[in-house]
């Protein structure tokens, strides 16, 4: 088993949709959770960061974490044809040696969003 | 004003020939990360680079596979009697380490897809 599941997709949704990506992990030692956007043949950049369960908004993206759970979620509203691109969640549990974060993560989940 | 660049960003060898591959991170990012994405797979850590030491090498698949780092600069990739299964595309990541904070982001380059025929 993966420690970290995430539906590949793709996921394909009209313009203005709400978009609900998911993932799920096994390892409970996991504090720190990440949201990447990968566009085709780019490396992936950071959408958002969450430390421990809670939620947190930034502008049309919403990230939320629930531990009990072990499940994470990405919900955009409004979506737009430019925010088509795969979404990666990542994960940590704390800090390296010398302060580094090494990043687990999921399969990514392909977004189309249709005009 | 840079980002992460990684070179070259297309290889093609033979199987069995040896590669490297180069990764040129932030100015002042004293962390480097090399990850491996398959096709189909999400991120695999290889290793962490600290200056030019390497505290963790976990994700190394074998010792085929081998880094360095000079000071907190360049970092290179190297990949020796290369398989079928290590085509991939290869990302390196930089980042600052701010003690205050426990998570540092990490900046992406493009990566370099590496085809072993």
């Known amino acids: 088993q993966k420690e970290v599941e995430q539906d590949p997709g793709p996921l394909s949704v009209p313009e203005g949709a709400i978009v609900s990506l998911n993932c799920t992990y096994s390892?409970?030692?996991?504090?720190?959770f990440m949201w990447y956007r990968q566009y085709s043949r780019k490396g992936p950049e950071l959408l958002m960061y969450?430390?421990?369960?809670g939620n947190k908004e930034d502008g049309r993206f919403t990230a939320q974490v629930d531990k009990s759970s072990k499940y994470i979620s990405l919900f955009i509203r409004d979506s737009q044809p430019s925010d088509s691109a795969t979404y990666l969640c990542?994960?940590?549990?704390?800090?390296?040696?010398?302060?580094?974060?090494?990043?687990?993560f999921g399969t990514g989940t392909q977004l189309k969003v249709e005009l | 004003g840079a980002g992460v660049s990684q070179s070259p960003s297309n290889k093609v060898t033979e199987k069995g020939k040896d590669v490297e591959l180069r990764c040129d991170p932030i100015?002042?990012?004293?962390?480097l990360y090399w990850y491996r994405q398959r096709l189909g797979q999400g991120l695999e850590f290889l290793i962490y680079?600290?200056?030019?030491?390497?505290?963790?090498k976990s994700g190394l698949p074998s010792d085929r596979f081998s880094a360095e780092r000079t000071g907190e600069s360049v970092s290179t990739l190297t990949i020796q009697r290369t398989q079928q299964e290590d085509s991939a595309v290869y990302l390196c990541?930089?980042?600052?380490?701010?003690?205050?904070?426990?998570?540092?982001?990490?900046?992406f380059g493009p990566g370099t897809r590496l085809t072993v025929l």
């Open positions: 990542a994960m940590s549990e704390g800090v390296l040696t010398g302060g580094g974060n090494k990043l687990t």
């Open positions: 390892n409970s030692a996991f504090q720190y």
């Open positions: 680079f600290q200056g030019n030491s390497a505290p963790d």
């Open positions: 990541a930089s980042s600052l380490v701010l003690v205050s904070k426990l998570y540092n982001e990490q900046f």
């Open positions: 100015s002042g990012h004293t962390a």
């Open positions: 969450t430390y421990s369960s």
